[in-house]
């Protein structure tokens, strides 16, 4: 990033032509934005899009996979919303509440960026009785703040029904459920993420039936995890998909199928 930075900003110097600014170009004409911040926001971008949606994904696949109840309802809610003649569309997602339900469910559970992107504060400040130095870098326990037992009954149980009915959303207003932070230093690939979430689980709920391989049921999935940029899957979920709705539903939105 420093190379990118330092790269960008002789070209700026060196250019006399009025070329069309991209994100990097706003940041860095922006006098009260660092270039630590600048890198760190540009972190935040990069990570949203590169492994927490799919790893979100594959966490949710994996949690209806060990839970055969709440796939059925899944798809009955897909069938009865979508039916059985067209494919999922995006703007099917809004009228979809279990699926959203399911979504939540799974970022409250399987956070995939555990404790956040580094805060830091620019002054001194008290929080819950604890004095914060200024300059000092703060970490928040996300993956802790969502399974708080106080909050949430039963808090290792993987359960989308908790949020029907329920006010609590993932957008940073409740504190009780933070998956992509609050405030100013959300992040700043929610709203994408949340509909990649969202339109790729009912897709594929929706479109095809998914069964484990030969000799194996729900109570063989496993949910190890491995830690990196994200808290993701440890291993391969390794499943069987085939076509669930008639042909022509696939061949009408240009899907090429063969041998399902």
Same mark, same amino acid.
């Given at each position: 990033?420093?190379?990118?930075?330092?790269?960008?900003?002789?070209?700026?110097?060196?250019?006399?032509?009025?070329?069309?600014?991209?994100?990097?170009?706003?940041?860095?004409?922006?006098?009260?934005?660092?270039?630590?911040?600048?890198?760190?926001?540009?972190?935040?971008?990069? +990570?949203?899009?590169?492994?927490?949606?799919?790893?979100?994904?594959?966490?949710?696949?994996?949690?209806?996979?060990?839970?055969?109840?709440?796939?059925?309802?899944?798809?009955?809610?897909?069938?009865?919303?979508?039916?059985?003649?067209?494919?999922?569309?995006?703007?099917?997602?809004?009228?979809?509440?279990?699926?959203?339900?399911?979504?939540?469910?799974?970022?409250?559970?399987?956070?995939?960026?555990?404790?956040?992107?580094?805060?830091?504060?620019?002054?001194?400040?008290?929080? +819950?009785?604890?004095?914060?130095?200024?300059?000092?870098?703060?970490?928040?326990?996300?993956?802790?703040?969502?399974?708080?037992?106080?909050?949430?009954?039963?808090?290792?149980?993987?359960?989308? +029904?908790?949020?029907?009915?329920?006010?609590?959303?993932?957008?940073?207003?409740?504190?009780?459920?933070?998956?992509?932070?609050?405030?100013?230093?959300?992040?700043?690939?929610?709203?994408?993420?949340?509909?990649?979430?969202?339109?790729?689980?009912?897709?594929?709920?929706?479109?095809?039936?998914?069964?484990?391989?030969?000799?194996?049921?729900?109570?063989?999935?496993?949910?190890?995890?491995?830690?990196?940029?994200?808290?993701?899957?440890?291993?391969?979920?390794?499943?069987?998909?085939?076509?669930?709705?008639?042909?022509?539903?696939?061949?009408?939105?240009?899907?090429?199928?063969?041998?399902?």
């Amino acid at each position: 990033m420093d190379s990118i930075i330092d790269n960008r900003l002789k070209e700026n110097s060196n250019s006399k032509s009025n070329t069309e600014e991209d994100l990097l170009d706003v940041l860095l004409a922006m006098s009260n934005v660092s270039r630590v911040q600048v890198k760190v926001l540009l972190l935040d971008i990069i +990570s949203a899009g590169a492994e927490t949606t799919p790893d979100t994904i594959v966490r949710a696949i994996t949690e209806l996979v060990r839970h055969p109840n709440i796939i059925e309802r899944l798809q009955s809610e897909l069938d009865d919303v979508i039916g059985k003649e067209r494919l999922v569309e995006e703007a099917d997602l809004n009228n979809l509440e279990y699926l959203q339900a399911v979504v939540k469910e799974t970022l409250r559970l399987h956070t995939v960026v555990g404790l956040g992107i580094p805060h830091f504060s620019t002054e001194a400040t008290k929080v +819950s009785g604890y004095d914060i130095p200024a300059n000092t870098q703060v970490m928040l326990n996300y993956y802790a703040i969502n399974r708080d037992a106080k909050v949430w009954k039963n808090p290792l149980k993987f359960d989308p +029904s908790r949020f029907l009915n329920s006010p609590v959303d993932v957008r940073g207003h409740h504190y009780v459920l933070l998956p992509f932070g609050a405030g100013r230093r959300r992040c700043p690939g929610m709203n994408l993420a949340l509909v990649n979430v969202a339109y790729n689980i009912a897709q594929l709920i929706h479109a095809c039936p998914i069964s484990l391989p030969e000799g194996l049921t729900h109570l063989d999935v496993d949910v190890e995890e491995k830690f990196g940029m994200t808290v993701a899957r440890g291993n391969p979920l390794n499943l069987l998909i085939k076509r669930r709705l008639p042909l022509d539903v696939y061949r009408r939105a240009g899907l090429q199928l063969s041998g399902v």
